[in-house]
């Protein structure tokens, strides 16, 4: 069974930066794309980038261009999404997603972000 | 940037009534995917190219479109299917469009 088991929630100061993992399992890590999805509060999807696993390269919507990096540790079959100098926009669940010929066919439970000083 | 325009916003329908959700683009796209999400759950994919129902998704859903105009359709709302729906492209950029909430009446 594919599994997308991300970390638990974060609070993060104004200025600061935080960490969610993503760990895959049930599935060949490096054989699929990873996307990461925003949700604030009350609010729909948004699109934040990729990352293949595999080669490491990476593509961003160009408003998480300065915000987000994607990595991924091919050891651990792990996913991972650093957010930097955290505002109160950035407050939302962050869901790593699993694509298959362009479907997000598996999704994480999502990760909390809360920025507050 | 390929914008996608939901609409409605939201919708209530009784049980049995047939429900179409449509999504157009700013430009034209090959295809749509549909995803459903209901509150505190992540979500869950359920049209993908345009008309291919995924895994699960009971046959009352339907997928139809090209260009610039798709829709989602439940033939018999059921209440179950109260949620929201998100239509998504990947001709250009990644982008989703707003959401439908789907409400019982």
């Known amino acids: 069974e594919v599994q997308l088991q991300q970390s638990g929630p974060e609070v993060g100061r104004p200025g600061s930066s935080v960490k969610i993992s993503c760990k895959a399992s049930?599935?060949?890590?490096?054989?699929?794309?990873m996307n990461w999805v925003k949700q604030s509060p009350g609010q729909g999807l948004e699109w934040i980038g990729w990352?293949?696993?595999?080669?490491?390269?990476?593509d961003y919507a160009e408003k998480f261009k300065k915000k987000a990096t994607l990595t991924a540790d091919t050891s651990s079959s792990t996913a991972y999404i650093q957010l930097s100098s955290l505002t109160s926009e950035d407050t939302a669940t962050y869901f790593c997603?699993?694509?298959?010929?362009?479907?997000?066919?598996?999704w994480g439970q999502g990760a909390s972000v809360t920025v507050s000083s | 940037e390929i914008v996608l325009t939901q609409s409605p916003t939201t919708i209530a329908a009784s049980p049995g009534e047939k429900v179409t959700i449509t999504c157009r683009a700013s430009?034209?796209?090959?295809?749509m995917y549909w995803y459903q999400q209901k509150p505190g759950a992540s979500p869950k994919p359920w049209i993908y190219d345009t008309s291919k129902l995924a895994s699960g998704v009971p046959n009352r859903f339907s997928g139809s479109g090209s260009g610039t105009s798709y829709s989602l359709t439940i033939n018999t709302m059921e209440t179950e299917d109260a949620a929201t729906y998100y239509c998504?492209?990947?001709?250009?950029?990644?982008?989703f469009g707003s959401g439908t909430k789907l409400e019982i009446k």
């Open positions: 997603a699993r694509i298959t010929y362009y479907v997000m066919d598996a």
């Open positions: 998504q492209q990947w001709s250009s950029t990644l982008t």
């Open positions: 049930g599935y060949t890590f490096t054989d699929y794309v």
């Open positions: 990352i293949d696993p595999e080669y490491g390269s990476t």
């Open positions: 430009s034209s796209v090959s295809y």
